[in-house]
Protein backbone atom coordinates (compact mmCIF):
# COMPACT_ATOMS: atom_id res chain seq x y z
CA UNK A 1 0.00 0.00 0.00
CA UNK A 2 1.32 3.22 -1.16
CA UNK A 3 1.94 5.83 1.90
CA UNK A 4 -0.63 8.52 -0.21
CA UNK A 5 -3.51 7.20 -2.42
CA UNK A 6 -5.10 9.30 -4.92
CA UNK A 7 -8.69 9.13 -5.93
CA UNK A 8 -9.61 9.22 -8.62
CA UNK A 9 -6.76 8.18 -11.35
CA UNK A 10 -8.18 9.40 -14.12
CA UNK A 11 -11.47 12.26 -14.70
CA UNK A 12 -12.96 13.79 -17.03
CA UNK A 13 -15.63 16.54 -16.83
CA UNK A 14 -17.35 18.95 -18.49
CA UNK A 15 -16.61 22.72 -18.47
CA UNK A 16 -18.56 23.61 -15.54
CA UNK A 17 -18.91 21.11 -13.47
CA UNK A 18 -17.76 20.79 -10.07
CA UNK A 19 -14.46 18.54 -9.76
CA UNK A 20 -13.20 16.99 -6.78
CA UNK A 21 -10.14 15.20 -6.26
CA UNK A 22 -9.18 12.71 -2.83
CA UNK A 23 -5.96 12.07 -0.62
CA UNK A 24 -5.81 10.03 2.14
CA UNK A 25 -2.35 9.38 3.83
CA UNK A 26 -1.72 6.56 6.74
CA UNK A 27 0.74 7.94 8.83
CA UNK A 28 0.86 11.56 10.98
CA UNK A 29 2.67 14.32 8.72
CA UNK A 30 3.70 17.82 9.30
CA UNK A 31 2.17 19.24 5.75
CA UNK A 32 0.29 18.08 2.76
CA UNK A 33 0.18 19.72 -0.53
CA UNK A 34 -1.59 19.92 -3.41
CA UNK A 35 0.38 20.15 -6.83
CA UNK A 36 -0.66 20.70 -10.61
CA UNK A 37 1.72 19.00 -13.19
CA UNK A 38 1.25 20.04 -16.88
CA UNK A 39 2.20 18.23 -19.88
CA UNK A 40 6.02 19.15 -20.50
CA UNK A 41 6.79 18.53 -16.79
CA UNK A 42 6.84 21.25 -14.69
CA UNK A 43 5.08 21.20 -11.06
CA UNK A 44 3.36 24.40 -9.47
CA UNK A 45 2.93 24.01 -5.75
CA UNK A 46 -0.67 25.23 -5.23
CA UNK A 47 -1.40 24.81 -1.78
CA UNK A 48 0.34 23.58 1.63
CA UNK A 49 -1.94 22.97 4.18
CA UNK A 50 -1.71 21.20 7.81
CA UNK A 51 -5.35 21.92 9.10
CA UNK A 52 -8.55 23.14 8.10
CA UNK A 53 -9.16 25.00 4.76
CA UNK A 54 -7.62 26.99 2.16
CA UNK A 55 -9.14 29.08 -0.77
CA UNK A 56 -7.25 30.67 -3.90
CA UNK A 57 -9.28 31.46 -6.33
CA UNK A 58 -11.73 28.58 -8.09
CA UNK A 59 -9.47 26.45 -5.91
CA UNK A 60 -10.20 24.70 -2.58
CA UNK A 61 -8.35 22.40 -0.70
CA UNK A 62 -9.08 20.76 3.06
CA UNK A 63 -7.86 18.19 5.39
CA UNK A 64 -9.18 16.73 8.26
CA UNK A 65 -6.05 15.82 10.85
CA UNK A 66 -7.97 12.77 12.04
CA UNK A 67 -9.48 10.87 8.65
CA UNK A 68 -5.59 11.78 7.45
CA UNK A 69 -7.74 12.69 4.48
CA UNK A 70 -7.68 16.11 2.23
CA UNK A 71 -9.81 16.79 -1.13
CA UNK A 72 -9.22 19.63 -3.77
CA UNK A 73 -12.22 20.67 -5.22
CA UNK A 74 -12.08 22.77 -8.31
CA UNK A 75 -15.61 24.69 -8.95
CA UNK A 76 -16.56 26.22 -12.64
CA UNK A 77 -14.56 23.82 -14.08
CA UNK A 78 -12.66 25.16 -17.20
CA UNK A 79 -10.96 23.28 -20.14
CA UNK A 80 -7.62 25.00 -19.01
CA UNK A 81 -7.41 23.40 -15.29
CA UNK A 82 -6.73 20.38 -17.26
CA UNK A 83 -3.95 18.84 -15.84
CA UNK A 84 -2.25 15.80 -13.12
CA UNK A 85 -3.01 17.07 -9.92
CA UNK A 86 -0.95 15.55 -7.22
CA UNK A 87 -1.10 15.11 -3.78
CA UNK A 88 2.29 15.07 -1.34
CA UNK A 89 3.12 14.69 1.90
CA UNK A 90 5.88 15.69 4.15
CA UNK A 91 7.02 14.88 7.76
CA UNK A 92 8.28 16.63 10.60
CA UNK A 93 11.64 14.99 10.59
CA UNK A 94 14.87 14.64 8.45
CA UNK A 95 14.62 15.85 5.16
CA UNK A 96 10.98 17.16 5.05
CA UNK A 97 10.92 15.01 1.68
CA UNK A 98 7.79 15.22 -0.26
CA UNK A 99 6.07 11.58 -0.71
CA UNK A 100 3.83 11.55 -3.43
CA UNK A 101 0.64 10.30 -5.18
CA UNK A 102 0.55 8.96 -8.31
CA UNK A 103 -1.65 11.73 -9.65
CA UNK A 104 -5.50 12.30 -10.98
CA UNK A 105 -5.29 12.80 -14.82
CA UNK A 106 -7.88 16.00 -15.04
CA UNK A 107 -9.45 16.31 -18.27
CA UNK A 108 -12.03 19.23 -18.57
CA UNK A 109 -14.34 19.26 -22.20
CA UNK A 110 -15.42 22.33 -23.44
CA UNK B 1 15.13 35.32 -9.20
CA UNK B 2 13.41 33.72 -11.99
CA UNK B 3 12.46 30.12 -9.77
CA UNK B 4 14.07 26.93 -9.99
CA UNK B 5 16.35 26.39 -13.42
CA UNK B 6 17.17 22.99 -14.75
CA UNK B 7 19.21 22.47 -18.04
CA UNK B 8 19.16 20.63 -20.42
CA UNK B 9 15.33 20.29 -20.55
CA UNK B 10 15.68 17.03 -22.64
CA UNK B 11 18.77 14.66 -22.82
CA UNK B 12 18.58 11.93 -25.08
CA UNK B 13 21.60 9.71 -24.83
CA UNK B 14 23.09 6.42 -25.68
CA UNK B 15 22.82 3.71 -23.53
CA UNK B 16 26.60 3.18 -21.59
CA UNK B 17 27.06 7.01 -21.97
CA UNK B 18 27.42 9.73 -19.10
CA UNK B 19 24.79 12.53 -18.31
CA UNK B 20 24.92 15.49 -16.04
CA UNK B 21 21.96 17.61 -15.47
CA UNK B 22 21.63 21.23 -13.38
CA UNK B 23 20.32 22.70 -11.44
CA UNK B 24 19.84 26.15 -9.94
CA UNK B 25 17.72 26.89 -6.86
CA UNK B 26 15.92 29.99 -5.14
CA UNK B 27 18.79 32.11 -4.23
CA UNK B 28 17.75 32.17 -0.65
CA UNK B 29 16.80 28.10 -0.50
CA UNK B 30 18.95 26.05 1.60
CA UNK B 31 17.91 22.87 0.70
CA UNK B 32 17.61 21.57 -2.49
CA UNK B 33 16.29 18.44 -3.71
CA UNK B 34 15.95 15.82 -6.52
CA UNK B 35 13.24 13.41 -8.29
CA UNK B 36 12.59 10.95 -10.51
CA UNK B 37 9.32 10.44 -12.13
CA UNK B 38 8.65 7.70 -14.78
CA UNK B 39 5.70 8.08 -17.13
CA UNK B 40 2.12 7.67 -15.23
CA UNK B 41 3.48 7.99 -11.82
CA UNK B 42 3.97 10.09 -8.89
CA UNK B 43 7.79 11.96 -8.94
CA UNK B 44 10.26 9.79 -5.97
CA UNK B 45 12.95 11.22 -3.92
CA UNK B 46 15.99 10.63 -4.78
CA UNK B 47 18.18 13.49 -2.73
CA UNK B 48 18.32 16.10 -0.45
CA UNK B 49 21.26 18.74 0.15
CA UNK B 50 20.89 21.55 2.88
CA UNK B 51 23.76 23.83 1.88
CA UNK B 52 26.44 22.02 0.46
CA UNK B 53 25.70 18.62 2.67
CA UNK B 54 24.11 16.05 1.32
CA UNK B 55 21.93 14.56 4.22
CA UNK B 56 19.73 11.89 2.86
CA UNK B 57 20.08 9.79 -0.09
CA UNK B 58 17.23 7.10 -1.31
CA UNK B 59 18.15 3.53 -2.12
CA UNK B 60 16.85 4.46 -5.65
CA UNK B 61 20.13 6.43 -5.83
CA UNK B 62 22.57 3.53 -7.27
CA UNK B 63 26.15 3.74 -7.36
CA UNK B 64 25.88 4.80 -11.43
CA UNK B 65 24.59 8.30 -9.65
CA UNK B 66 26.29 11.07 -8.15
CA UNK B 67 24.43 14.36 -6.85
CA UNK B 68 27.02 17.69 -5.44
CA UNK B 69 26.08 21.03 -4.31
CA UNK B 70 29.63 22.22 -4.15
CA UNK B 71 29.20 26.01 -2.76
CA UNK B 72 25.40 25.05 -1.30
CA UNK B 73 23.96 27.03 -4.66
CA UNK B 74 23.60 25.27 -7.84
CA UNK B 75 23.59 21.49 -7.62
CA UNK B 76 24.23 18.16 -10.59
CA UNK B 77 23.16 15.23 -11.20
CA UNK B 78 25.34 12.45 -12.66
CA UNK B 79 24.38 9.06 -14.05
CA UNK B 80 27.45 7.14 -15.10
CA UNK B 81 26.88 4.13 -17.47
CA UNK B 82 23.25 5.60 -18.06
CA UNK B 83 20.47 2.46 -18.41
CA UNK B 84 17.33 2.44 -20.30
CA UNK B 85 15.61 2.45 -17.41
CA UNK B 86 17.38 5.75 -16.09
CA UNK B 87 14.66 6.97 -18.68
CA UNK B 88 12.54 9.74 -16.67
CA UNK B 89 11.49 12.83 -15.66
CA UNK B 90 14.56 14.39 -13.26
CA UNK B 91 13.21 17.37 -11.18
CA UNK B 92 14.38 19.72 -8.96
CA UNK B 93 12.93 20.86 -6.10
CA UNK B 94 14.24 23.59 -3.44
CA UNK B 95 12.97 25.43 -0.07
CA UNK B 96 13.75 27.23 2.85
CA UNK B 97 13.23 26.43 6.18
CA UNK B 98 14.81 29.51 7.62
CA UNK B 99 11.15 31.27 7.82
CA UNK B 100 9.46 27.94 9.48
CA UNK B 101 6.85 27.68 7.01
CA UNK B 102 8.55 24.52 4.53
CA UNK B 103 7.11 25.46 0.78
CA UNK B 104 8.54 24.01 -1.99
CA UNK B 105 9.14 25.59 -5.72
CA UNK B 106 10.08 22.77 -8.33
CA UNK B 107 12.12 23.48 -11.62
CA UNK B 108 10.72 21.84 -14.98
CA UNK B 109 12.58 19.06 -14.86
CA UNK B 110 15.01 17.43 -17.33
CA UNK B 111 13.41 14.77 -19.50
CA UNK B 112 16.18 11.83 -19.87
CA UNK B 113 15.68 8.89 -22.71
CA UNK B 114 18.27 6.66 -23.08
CA UNK B 115 18.29 4.88 -26.38
Known amino acids: KNEVEQSPQNLTAQEGEFITINCSYS?????LHWLQQHPGGGIVSLFM???GKKKHGRLIATINIQEKHSSLHITASHPRDSAVYICAVSYLQGAQKLVFGQGTRLTINP | DTGVSQDPRHKITKRGQNVTFRCDPI?????LYWYRQTLGQGPEFLTY????????KSRLLSDRFSAERPKGSFSTLEIQRTEQGDSAMYLC?????????????FGSGTRLTVV
Open chain 2, 49 to 56: FQNEAQLE
Open chain 2, 27 to 31: SEHNR
Open chain 2, 93 to 105: ASSSNLGGAVGYT
Open chain 1, 49 to 51: LSS
Open chain 1, 27 to 31: VGISA
